[in-house]
């Protein structure tokens, strides 16, 4: 399985070179999955990685020798609350979204409900761009009849097979379900180790500010310790700014619209006032050797990440072409 493991990490870390190459601000923004607010704990993804974690110490206490058809339960109800999760979809469609320079969309998917019509969504994007590993490991670790078997309890467990009871009788051996479900399940915890770890990567190695020339923005990212990246404020040319932030029970959105197409609009105030010079909080900043004095930050002008086996193409503070918002 670490053959497996370290397969899938070297895939979506590509994925996120590519996407941040292509397209930082609107890969930041798949990343914190930018919605509208939420006062309250109302993010499934926060609670499902809870469960998923809650699923696993329960996991490791079952003796699989003494109590397989346990054990086994136990992985099912764990590949069944990772796949049917939307948030993996909902980054990866938009990261290849921004692999090809197009814009993050709010809700990619419009008719797709089930894990199998999102993830065909996905290899059809993975076509007109010529991504094939990707498709592969969904191929890997996606079965929807035994997604739709143990969802809608219309299976068996004998001592070596599983039977799926739906329209008829379907027999599947158990070593090969136990081994769709490792794989699964790995895939699932190595998506969230690497989203974890480029999250912290933006605290300890990313610079604080960014420079869009274009619009003559300073993009800001906002990080903590518990979490590393969890927002960002874009700071307008004439003294207004907009601000999102994800946090585990709280999520807070302003001066940005979110248009019925799926896309994203900054409310930037008085267009009259806009001008050639950058602010942040309001005050001007005269040159950018004065931002990268108050970057607050320890990093090579190159970061590598090691851990994550890649390196994200993360550039010094100077100007900096970014992803349109608009």
């Known amino acids: ?8 990490r070297k895939c979506l870390v590509r ?4 996407a941040t190459e292509k397209g930082f601000l609107n890969c930041v923004y798949a990343l914190l999955r930018l919605d509208g607010i939420a006062l309250g704990h109302f993010d499934t993804t926060v609670e499902i990685r809870e469960a998923l974690g809650d699923f696993s110490r329960i996991r490791e206490s079952i ?4 109590e397989p058809k346990l054990a086994l339960r136990m992985d099912l109800l764990t590949y069944c609350h990772a796949i049917e999760l939307s948030a993996p979809y909902h980054i990866i469609f938009n990261l290849l979204n921004c692999m090809q320079g197009k814009p993050y969309h709010i809700r990619p998917f419009t008719k797709e409900i089930y894990p199998h019509q999102k993830i065909r969504a996905i290899k059809d994007i993975c076509s007109e761009i010529g991504e094939t590993e990707l498709p592969q490991i969904f191929d890997e670790i996606f079965d929807n009849q035994i997604r739709n078997s143990f969802s809608h309890s219309d299976y068996c467990i004998t001592e070596d097979e599983f039977r799926i009871t739906d329209l008829g009788i379907t027999v599947r ?3 090969e379900v136990q081994s769709l479900l490792d794989r699964g399940i790995t895939f699932y915890s190595i998506f969230f180790d690497v989203l974890d770890s480029f999250a912290h990567s933006a605290r300890a190695l990313m610079k604080k500010y960014h420079l869009n020339p274009r619009h003559h923005e300073v993009i800001e990212l906002l990080t903590n310790e518990q979490q590393g990246l969890f927002g960002f404020s874009i700071h307008i040319s004439n003294g207004n700014k907009s601000t999102f932030y994800r946090l585990p029970h709280e999520v807070f959105g302003m ?6 197409t799926g896309g994203i609009s900054l409310q930037v105030g008085d ?3 806009l001008c050639a010079k950058y602010r942040v909080n309001g005050k001007e900043v ?3 050797v004065q931002l990268i004095a108050i970057n607050c930050r320890d990093s090579n002008d190159e970061v590598s990440f090691k851990t994550l086996k890649g390196t994200f193409p993360i550039d010094e503070v100077q100007e900096q072409p970014l992803a349109s918002h608009s």
């Open 63 to 66: 003796d699989a020798e003494k």
């Open 15 to 18: 994925l996120l070179n590519a």
């Open 286 to 288: 005269k040159d950018t």
């Open 255 to 260: 001066n940005i619209h979110f248009e019925g």
């Open 271 to 273: 267009l009259s006032k």
């Open 1 to 8: 399985m670490h053959e497996q493991s370290e397969k899938y």
């Open 173 to 175: 051996k158990l070593n």
